[in-house]
């Protein structure tokens, strides 16, 4: 259990530098350079991915034996771009189903502001799915 643990905040910890980098880019484009919020999606998640899966399976997951890193990439790729076409399904219910839907909320608070929101949410629920995705294919088994 202690392992557990200790693999969840290590996971946490390389989540959250991602985080940082999928958010810095995602604002950078989207809030200086006005790029559309789903491309400065995919560009922060993107370059975050390359971090999070070096960091992952150096800090996080024990390497199955013998794993090709060719094929662990593209496995961690495929659920990392599940993950990104979950976090840009819910980015983009959270804008256009949620928050240009009603009008209190288009009232009182900004689009960046439901953006960053958005983003937020999906973030969160993405980072869940990472670890156990990530556990199940790409981790050695005890």
């Known amino acids: 259990m202690k392992k557990l643990v200790d693999q969840i905040l290590k996971f946490g910890?390389?989540?959250?530098i991602a985080f940082f980098i999928d958010f810095g880019v995602f604002k950078l484009l989207s809030g200086v350079?006005?790029?559309?919020?789903?491309?400065?999606?995919f560009f922060g998640f993107t370059i975050s991915?390359?971090?999070?899966?070096i960091a992952s399976m150096t800090f996080v997951f024990?390497?199955?034996?013998?794993?090709?890193?060719?094929?662990?990439?593209?496995?961690f790729t495929v659920l990392s771009v599940i993950g990104l076409l979950l976090n840009e399904l819910i980015i983009?219910?959270?804008i256009e189903g949620i928050y240009l839907k009603i009008p209190v909320l288009t009232a009182h608070m900004s689009r960046q502001w439901a953006?960053?929101?958005?983003?937020?949410?999906?973030?969160?629920?993405?980072?869940?799915?990472?670890?156990?995705t990530r556990k199940i294919f790409l981790e050695k088994k005890a």
């Open 13 to 16: 910890i390389v989540g959250i």
């Open 33 to 41: 350079f006005g790029v559309h919020y789903l491309v400065a999606n």
């Open 62 to 75: 024990e390497r199955k034996e013998n794993a090709d890193k060719r094929a662990e990439f593209v496995i």
């Open 115 to 132: 953006e960053t929101f958005g983003k937020i949410v999906a973030t969160g629920i993405v980072m869940v799915y990472n670890f156990i």
């Open 49 to 53: 991915l390359i971090f999070n899966y």
């Open 92 to 94: 983009f219910l959270c």
